[in-house]
DNA sequence: TTTATTGTTCATTTTTATTTGAACAACCTC
DNA sequence: GAGGTTGTTCAAATAAAAATGAACAATAAA
């Protein structure tokens, strides 16, 4: 017998649905830590699978991928050798890993990529007349401030 | 006779396809964003075609967002009924807009959304047994630092 | 008018991302 | 070790997103 979800249990799963979503993280994940939330309960795999009705390959991804991003946590529980999860309340550590692993290599990334570009724009000359050159010099003005925004924001979502 | 793209041009074109991909827009605006943003001159729909090898109805609708987000501004040409766009130099409309018209709208849902989860769990008793209103109070407070932080990044990105 | 050019729209195709479920490995219980 | 659980992996199926290109509207030029 599967206890059919509650409303409250519903709403949740929704709310991180779209959440997760924002941030690129596919639709199982969001209904997996949804409902985890709001419980509160350790949970394992089995219960995921029947209660929300999706497949054993999706529970398992996704709590591979809340597993990583810090969002769950493994729970002993005695005399049970399945593995228990609970959800951390933390929910911004989503959001931090989004601003680590997602935008700061690709900003570093771009970064280097525009070096090379500035590289490539000043053999058309170092002039004022060079138009591609100075388009760069102010797209690096953004790049660097970017950067710089992301420790800030960070700090300002933590506590 | 199309001409080549440079390899400058290139590289800009990808810089700007992984920088718009972050936030979700399709690759074809990064194109069309890349190669108007380096050389700067106005350009119209055709060289898109050309120059990028892809369809009308990509650019078209590329354009169309472009222009929605104000990266791209219209350029009048004597003499030529056709449409010239020239790209902005002020890459941080992306970003607002993602912020704008993305996040915070969902944020503000979540906010309406959250507060009938309350009102939900509440229903359970308000004691700090009630562990789901207990997360969801938890919830509440990343909600509200959220939407917060947001005018906050904005403003560090502007100016 | 008629014809050519420019740009939009949207049904279809293509590509990419996600989910499924079967096969498998690890581990426990008897 | 046989049989039962638990969890992972990955090829195939499905769903979602983006690109294409043909049909169309609007306008200009002949």
Redesign the pocket.
Known sequence: MVSQLTKLEEESIDYFVSFVQIF??????G?IYGLMFVSGEPM???QLVERL????????????TLKALGAIVPVEVE??????FQADLDVSRIVNHFFSERLEPRLQNGSRRLEGMLELAREGGDTKENEPLNRLKALKKWQTRGQRAIPFIKRFLKN
Chains 1, 2 share one sequence.
């Open positions: 690129g993280f596919p639709k199982s994940v209904q394992v795999m089995g009705e999706i497949s054993k390959g999706s529970v398992s991804q996704g709590l591979a005399n049970d050798r399945r593995e228990h």
